[in-house]
């Protein structure tokens, strides 16, 4: 028995001896690899001059793809385009909604397209975060100015709170316009909320909400965001916080303002007036001041009795937080909002220096590689699926004027089969690119394989339905010539597509094999449009 288990933990240091060898084979393999993938970019890169603009495009594609290790097959190239299509897709929708409810110009069009990338690669949000915030901004009116000089504080509101950067935008444009602020203040309002919420019991949505809720009383008097904030987040201490505090503090500046008549004796009673002698109202800061040394020296009953007759009840329990407040309290938070430049920004860096800030960074900047990919595949797929359209058209039309139209339609169904030939070559492409490139210095195109073969479904149909005013005996001579040329196009890139992989999935190759293989590379290159 002592015998057997020695012998097995013999075997198992054979195994472990072995699986470290292993691992040491891979490691050489993988260094070897990133080396000759790295060339294999270089190589494309080199021809990408010598093609088309959509191989150009997708010259460019392949080099980013194949360099990210893209390389076990055709799905995963399908989705990396699909994924950098729809990305940059949506930010120019976006963009062109912006445009539409704006009325820019295509020269601001530029300039705001050109932040929202920027602010993509440097800040947590993405371009497609600032589309949005630019549409609520062109929603409400704004310029294309205004949009840009109010960016910048907004988004370090939005970061600094953590909210999402579209609820944030609202949040300011709405401040904004009720207090009758330019654009270019947003800057500040983003302080003052970033320096309130942090000083007090409350979140910079929460004390959103607030504003919101009393912003068009509070705007309409002429009062600062500054003076709102305190008395704001003054409640919120108090346990008044979002819509309850904001109502609050509505509802008492409406009565004392010589809506109600209790409230008016009450305040002519305490001696107090909420406007100067040329019936401006005094800024809200003195007026509470005021209201809170009224306050000094009364019995709980008495501050009771008169905050009911000042705000009533739905704006007493606001009124008793502010008027029951230390001094320390209130005025350290004047002081600390009268002081809070660069706030919003200040809070946003610290959140940035953590590796959650990191990632959400890293996350921004692989959008705008997709978008700067996609922008490059855009045009190229636009002309593809315009020539589609065309074809399609031309075969609508075809089929209503014409009865004998189902051999027009196997062929299109035949032309569009293409798509698979052009995939199946590109799987086969991918596969054996890096040992074309490393063995025999070759520049094979993968991904110009498959549009290749795409192009040419394209231009056959093309070819054949965008002339359909001629004779039906005409066209139908066309179409058979057509789809011959296209069936011989198609065959000789399938045969070549098959012998390659079948030298390809050899262990190794001779120098006869090898003289093929760059043969069939050269072959299927010049088969590419």
Not at 328 to 336: A, K, P, R, V, Y
Not at 382 to 408: D, H, Q, W
């Amino acid at each position: 028995e002592e015998a057997n288990l020695s012998r097995e933990i013999e075997k198992t240091n054979g195994y472990l001896d072995e699986t470290r060898g292993k691992t040491d084979q891979c490691a050489t393999s993988i260094d070897k690899m990133g080396k000759e993938v790295k060339e294999a970019a270089a190589d494309m890169e080199d021809g990408a001059d010598s093609t088309s603009r959509v191989s150009e495009s997708f010259d460019t594609l392949s080099s980013i793809l194949v360099t990210s290790g893209v390389a076990e097959g055709i799905r995963k190239v399908a989705a990396a385009l699909k994924e950098c299509v729809d990305v940059s897709a949506g930010f120019h929708y976006t963009m062109a909604t912006v445009q539409a409810v704006s009325g820019a110009t295509t020269d601001e069009m530029g300039k705001l397209e050109a932040q929202a990338k920027d602010y993509a690669a440097t800040t947590v949000f993405m371009a497609q975060d600032v589309a949005n915030a630019y549409q609520v901004m062109g929603q409400a009116g704004w310029t294309v100015d205004e949009m840009l000089d109010s960016m910048a504080g907004t988004m370090s509101l939005a970061s600094a709170s953590g909210e999402d950067l579209g609820d944030t935008t609202n949040m300011v444009v709405d401040a904004m316009t009720a207090f009758g602020y330019g654009a270019d203040q947003a800057g500040h309002f983003a302080d003052v909320l970033a320096r309130a919420s942090a000083d007090t019991n409350t979140s910079v949505a929460l004390l959103g909400n607030s504003f919101q809720a009393c912003a068009t009383t509070a705007g309409g008097m002429g009062y600062s965001i500054d003076d709102v904030a305190v008395a704001l987040g003054i409640m919120a201490n108090n346990g008044l916080k979002a819509e309850m505090s904001g109502t609050a503090l509505t509802t008492a500046l409406t009565r004392m303002s010589g809506a109600n008549e209790t409230a008016n004796g009450a305040m002519e009673d305490l001696g107090l007036t909420m406007f100067n002698t040329s019936g401006q109202a005094k800024p809200l800061g003195q007026f509470l001041g005021e209201l809170r040394d009224s306050f000094a020296g009364m019995t709980e009953e008495q501050k009771i009795n008169n905050a009911y007759m000042l705000a009533g009840q739905r704006g007493m329990k606001g009124l008793l937080a502010i008027v029951n407040a230390s001094d320390e309290d209130w005025n350290n938070l004047t002081e600390s909002i009268a002081n809070c430049s660069g706030a919003a920004e200040d809070m946003s860096n610290i959140k940035l220096d953590t590796y959650t800030g990191q990632v959400k960074l890293a996350k921004s900047a692989l959008e705008g590689l997709e978008i700067a990919v996609g922008d490059k595949l855009t045009p190229a797929l636009g002309e593809l699926a315009e020539g589609f359209t065309k074809a399609l058209n031309g075969l609508t039309g075809f089929v209503n004027n014409n009865e004998a139209a189902v051999p027009v339609i196997t062929g299109v169904v035949a032309a569009l089969a293409t798509f698979t030939t052009g995939i199946t070559v590109a799987t086969t492409a991918v596969k054996v690119f890096q040992l074309v490139t490393s063995t025999l210095g070759g520049a094979l195109n993968p991904i110009a394989l498959a549009i290749g073969g795409i192009s040419i479904a394209a231009g056959l149909l093309v070819t054949d339905f965008t002339a359909l005013d001629g004779a039906e005996e005409d066209f139908r001579a066309t179409h058979e010539a057509t789809m011959a040329s296209f069936d011989t196009e198609t065959e000789n890139v399938a045969v070549l597509a098959a012998r390659l992989d079948e030298l390809t999935s050899k262990s190794s190759l001779n120098a006869a094999e090898q003289a093929e293989v760059e043969a069939i590379v050269g072959s299927l290159n010049e088969s590419v449009p």
